[in-house]
């Protein structure tokens, strides 16, 4: 991997020694390699070494700071959907995290990785989540700094890498995980047990966690489940997705051509009149379908999820900016149904580029199976509303299916 040239610096740090910027590229490669195929979009944020107390950093804190631009400048959002704030030399916490922090931009430089376009890099003062000592400051000032941020039993900031800080558990865990790889036999229609045992092996390991770290807040426990249960389907992702893009490759040449039979979104109309008599045609659905092309460099079905009720809002949210339009002009506004939901997420996945449909819904299943019933009831909510995103989609690919059959 070629090292990255540097472009501007305001306080020097080789990030080639940087603990942080050494495990992202040697562990977390994939994620790494996310930030280089997204480019000028990417903004990777590296806590300067001196403030950093851990040497070891887990999957959740490694996703935290790798941010994505969003549609409003100067706000992005890393890969697990939480809002941040980049303005003039400081980075602001926002929507999703549960403590605020404001740091302090040290340096910039733009890198360039796999002979990709560059993305830029911001070392900060220190992590946006996780214990930290301000950097420079005195002995006393980084006292007060390593107790402000030293979290109690339990704590959400330490929630997040538990895993990571239970070498016992993990590796148990881990131990559990590539056994099943090893000794179960996938069988085309039998996906459903194989969801069933991970969540068999995340649950055991999760109730482990919150004995041994004596957890008790459900919101904590939902925490830790959900991370436990991303790092089974991270390491079988090699395993599990293959299978499913095998079993589904025929449905999906099928559904394929089905999509690229309509040259235009005009054509696609045609075959839904309704959607055309409701002025559906004019809403912009592309950044819909750019968030759908997402799930192609997902590993986890927790990803591909985020990645499907995020194109679901942009619809919302597309709808809404198109009502306000139309009523600027003088319009009657039109009220939008669930059938127009739908109509523009068939619209979405035309003007797509996603080559592997059915595998990611099938991965998603897989772990939307049981993820509500795992929950608490806070939780279902956010699960009903993630699933019924997923219908839409599904209700979508349908369509595409049923006209093969009637064209």
């Keep these: 991997m070629a090292a990255p040239a540097r472009a501007s610096a305001k306080v020097e740090e080789d990030l080639m020694q940087n603990p942080f910027m050494q495990v992202l590229r040697a562990s977390f490669e994939g994620i790494y390699r996310q930030a280089a195929e997204r480019g000028e979009r990417t903004v990777l944020l590296v806590p300067c070494a001196e403030c950093l107390e851990e040497k070891s950093f ?20 890393n890969l697990l959907g939480q809002g941040v704030e980049i303005k003039d030399t400081s980075v602001s916490t926002h929507l999703g995290f549960r403590e605020h922090r404001t740091c302090e931009v040290l340096q910039s430089e733009f890198v360039r990785e796999y002979d990709m376009d560059p993305f830029k890099v911001f070392v900060i003062d220190r992590p946006l989540i996780g214990r930290y000592t301000l950097p420079g400051s005195p002995a006393a ?7 402000s941020t030293q979290a109690a039993p339990g704590a959400m900031a330490e929630v997040d890498d538990l895993l990571e800080k239970t070498p016992a558990i993990r590796d148990d865990f881990f131990e559990q995980v590539f056994r099943f790889r090893k000794t179960f036999v996938q069988v085309a229609g039998c996906e459903s047990s194989t969801a069933e045992r991970i969540r068999e092996i995340a649950a055991e390991t999760v109730q482990r966690l919150c004995k041994h770290h004596k957890l008790t807040l459900p919101s904590q426990i939902r925490q830790v489940d959900f991370n436990v249960s991303r790092q ?35 054509e696609l109309l045609s075959d839904m009149p309704e959607a055309g008599h ?37 619809l919302q949210q597309k ?31 035309h003007g797509s580029q996603v080559k592997q449909f059915l595998a990611h819904i099938a991965h998603v ?43």
């Excluded at 004019?282 to 968030?291: G, H, L, M, N, T």
């Design 58 to 77: 887990g999957q959740v804190f490694a996703e935290t700071h790798l941010l994505q631009a969003a549609c409003v400048p100067g706000c992005y959002m």
């Design 141 to 147: 000032d980084r006292a007060q700094a390593k107790s």
């Design 232 to 266: 089974a389907y991270a390491v079988l992702n090699a395993w599990v997705f293959p299978h499913l893009s095998q079993i589904l490759s025929e449905h999906e040449t099928r559904l394929q051509h089905a999509i690229r039979s309509y040259s235009s979104s005009d």
């Design 278 to 314: 409701r002025r559906l045609g004019r809403v912009d659905i592309r950044e819909c379908s750019k968030e759908l092309e997402l799930m192609e460099k997902a590993i986890t079905p927790h990803e591909k999820v985020a990645c499907i009720d995020k194109a679901h809002s942009l």
């Design 319 to 349: 709808v809404a900016e198109g009502a306000k339009s139309t009523q600027a002009v003088g319009e009657s506004p039109v009220e939008i149904t669930g059938d127009d939901v739908l109509s523009l997420f068939i619209l979405a996945v």
């Design 365 to 407: 299943e897989m772990y939307l199976e049981g993820a509500a019933g795992r929950s608490g009831s806070s939780e279902v909510a956010r699960f009903e509303e993630a699933g019924y995103a997923v219908c839409a989609l599904q209700a979508a690919l349908e369509f595409f299916l049923r006209s093969t059959e009637e064209r």
